[in-house]
Nanobody
């Protein structure tokens, strides 16, 4: 059974940092893309970042470029999202999702329609 479990969310002041983790089970990271998406209250879900296991390609939304970094530890089947210089507008529920098998063609453009499995999300709240 494929499972994705996010952790690391919480309350942080503006300018602070958090590192989110997405622990995956039931599959390996071969030929997989893992993406981070977020949904703020009253807003549509948006793609934040994505990483492809096959070639290491990554995607970042313009709003997080230079502040967020996605990384993968294949030995631990875990993908991380390091978030620095957090802003109140980063407040949202953050979800990780997997495209299995897949190159992440949609994920690497910020779209969620190609993602097969989703975690339940972790809440990030950035106070001003």
């Amino acid at each position: 059974e494929v499972q994705l479990v996010e952790s690391g969310g919480g309350l942080v002041q503006a300018g602070g940092s958090l590192r989110l983790s997405c622990a995956a089970s039931g599959f390996t990271f071969d030929d997989t893309a893992i993406g981070w998406f977020r949904q703020a209250p009253g807003k549509e879900r948006e793609g934040v970042s994505c990483i492809s296991s096959s070639d290491g390609n990554t995607y970042y939304a313009d709003s997080v470029k230079g502040r967020f970094t996605i990384s993968s530890d294949n030995a631990k089947n875990t993908v991380y999202l390091s978030m620095n210089s957090l802003k109140p507008e980063d407040t949202a529920v953050y979800y990780c999702a997997a495209d299995i098998p897949g190159s992440g063609s949609s994920c690497l453009r910020g779209y969620s329609y190609g993602m097969d499995y989703w975690g339940k999300g972790t809440l990030v709240t950035v106070s001003s």
